[in-house]
């Protein structure tokens, strides 16, 4: 029934995974030669510092939802068969999460953060230098880790995802101002900073499994546009904060001369709003101007139009995946289809 579909809670599913595939990141990154750089870099797979987990979930809730039911015949070399499978799809989760961190560590050198994940950030506590080499060093090992795969496709689509997130964090950094007002860049950037990882790393899990390039692409694209409502909430969130009301999020974004898809869409009504924005903020009463202007406007809410659409299309991808009558198949796709929903109702 659908009551109990709606209780399908995707974190409690794989909490148990999560907690081996943990343990394997803090091996994965021990280094007996320099265990300054081996601390700096397991910092973030401590317990308390490990963050939301949002890819390793999807990833390993992906993997049940394609597993296709196994032929009934000799048994024991279909369980062996998936179990070395799983532990597969197991890595790329715990390769996502090394690039994912090392993109942290990276980009909290690059934006002077004090804090991560509710703790001291690796910059502020151990000095840039350290940062920069344990994001290099964690890149190395899920390097390493890609390559004992030997699966020349996921390495490629992975390590085009790294290329992507430096080009995403270049995109935002050194835009021109026309490409900072544009709609068109806005949502490059955010697929190469935010989508492409989850994206790219879903596809890589039915590749392993060996399905077909149309599942691929559903997995794909559930998870581009998965990763582009969250980022477009993510860009909500730094207006409202926790409550509906403009002004109470961190602003960080606006601060930054960061523009996001809820002023781009209040500049297609309020033009004179761009004028404000090319200041860049050298008179901070500019910040509550354009507050104004985005308060006025329907950019909130049309941002979260666009949000609520990309949900969409992550459900309506994982609603096209071949037919299952397996409990465990239809529980973890129920799970994928509910994130999509906490993705855009989330708060925090
Ligand atoms: C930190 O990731 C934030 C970023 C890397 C920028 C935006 C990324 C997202 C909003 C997440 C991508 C979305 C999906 C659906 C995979 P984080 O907020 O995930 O941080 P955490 O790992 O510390 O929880
Ligand atoms: C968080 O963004 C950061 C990213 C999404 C990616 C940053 C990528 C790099 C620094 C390129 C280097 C990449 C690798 C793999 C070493 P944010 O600053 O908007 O969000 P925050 O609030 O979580 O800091
Ligand atoms: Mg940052
Ligand atoms: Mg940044």
């Known amino acids: 029934s659908s009551l109990v579909k709606e209780k399908v ?9 999560l907690s081996l595939i943990r343990n394997r990141l803090l091996n ?13 870099a397991k910092y973030f797979f401590e317990l308390g510092a490990e963050g939301k987990k ?8 992906m993997s049940s939802a394609l597993n296709v039911s196994q032929l009934e015949s000799a048994p024991c070399t279909v369980t062996n068969f998936s179990n070395e499978l799983r532990t597969r799809q197991q890595r790329i989760a715990e390769i996502t999460e090394m690039i994912h961190v090392a993109s942290l560590l990276h980009d909290d050198v690059l934006d002077d953060a004090e804090t991560r994940r509710g703790v001291s950030s690796v910059n502020y506590c151990m000095g840039n230098k350290l940062s920069v ?7 190395s090992r899920a390097c390493v880790a890609l390559a004992s795969l030997k699966n ?21 950094m050194a835009g021109t101002s026309e490409q900072n007002f544009s709609m068109d860049h806005y949502m490059k950037k955010t697929f190469y900073k935010t989508a492409s990882l989850i994206a790219n790393s879903c596809k890589a899990i039915a590749i ?23 980022q477009l909430i993510d860009d909500i969130l730094d207006f409202t904060g926790t409550t509906a009301s ?6 960080s974004d606006i601060r930054h001369g960061i523009i996001t898809a809820p002023i781009l869409y209040a500049i297609e009504e309020f033009p004179q709003l761009q004028e404000v924005l090319d200041r860049g903020f050298s008179d901070p009463s500019d910040v509550d101007l ?47 289809l509910n994130l999509t929903q906490i993705v855009i109702t989330r708060t925090k």
Do not use: C
């Not at 949002?54 to 809730?61: K, M, S």
């Not at 080499?133 to 890149?139: E, K, S, T």
């Not at 392993?208 to 969250?230: D, K, P």
């Open 9 to 17: 809670d995707p974190f409690a599913l794989v909490a148990e995974e």
């Open 28 to 40: 994965m990154v021990a280094a007996d030669e320099v265990p300054k750089l081996a601390s700096a």
């Open 54 to 61: 949002f890819r390793p979930t999807i990833l390993l809730l």
């Open 133 to 139: 080499l344990a994001g290099d060093f964690l890149l």
């Open 152 to 172: 020349t496709e996921v390495v490629t689509l992975i390590s085009a995802v790294v290329e992507h997130l430096v080009t995403g964090e270049v995109m935002q």
């Open 208 to 230: 392993l499994a060996g399905q077909e390039t149309e599942v691929a692409m559903l997995a794909y694209n559930y998870g581009r546009n998965l990763g582009l409502a969250f």
């Open 246 to 251: 403009l002004g109470n999020g961190s602003l």
């Open 290 to 336: 354009a507050l104004q202007y985005l308060g006025n406007s329907r950019g909130i809410q049309r941002a979260t139009e666009l949000a609520v659409n990309h949900a969409s299309l992550a459900a309506a991808a994982i609603n096209s995946l071949p037919r299952s009558d397996d409990d465990d198949v239809g529980i973890s796709r129920q799970a994928l």
